[in-house]
């Protein structure tokens, strides 16, 4: 498994949104959607707010690869569907750390029950 720089981990960390890109079945990427994404140690997690009926989230299950763009990173990536409570409570934690000054009309929601189901864990993947 190819892993993360730091440099990576550390500019997508502390960017505020990701675009994130789901690869169809034909294997051609569908529309950018940007959103919210936390780093958790050596991890980088997004959630869909609307849980698993989410549709980016529904696209990311047709292949489970996609790409990514963040905080000048630009990388193809596997999405990891990530059910381990202890895992789900850091990262819950994660989203109240970095976008607590938001309002809790959209913050809530990333740590509710739907949006845990939902969680992605976004792994380097190799394209040779």
């Known amino acids: ?73 630009d990388k193809d990536v596997t999405f990891l569907d990530i059910s381990d409570p202890e895992v789900n409570d850091q990262v819950d934690a994660a989203y109240r750390s970095k976008y607590g000054h938001y309002d809790a009309e959209y913050v809530d929601p990333m740590v509710a029950p739907d949006a845990r189901s939902a969680t992605i864990q976004l792994l380097l993947r190799s394209t040779s």
Request: proline share 1%; glycine share 12%.
């Open 1 to 73: 498994m190819i892993a993360w720089t730091n440099n990576e981990l550390n500019k997508i960390g502390k960017a505020e949104e990701l675009d994130i890109i789901s690869l169809c079945r034909d294997g051609t990427l569908r529309k950018p959607v940007t959103i919210w994404v936390v780093r958790v140690g050596d991890g980088l997690y997004v959630r869909a707010y609307k849980g698993r009926s989410g549709a980016w989230f529904r696209w990311t299950q047709e292949c489970h690869e996609g790409h990514i763009l963040s905080g000048g990173v």
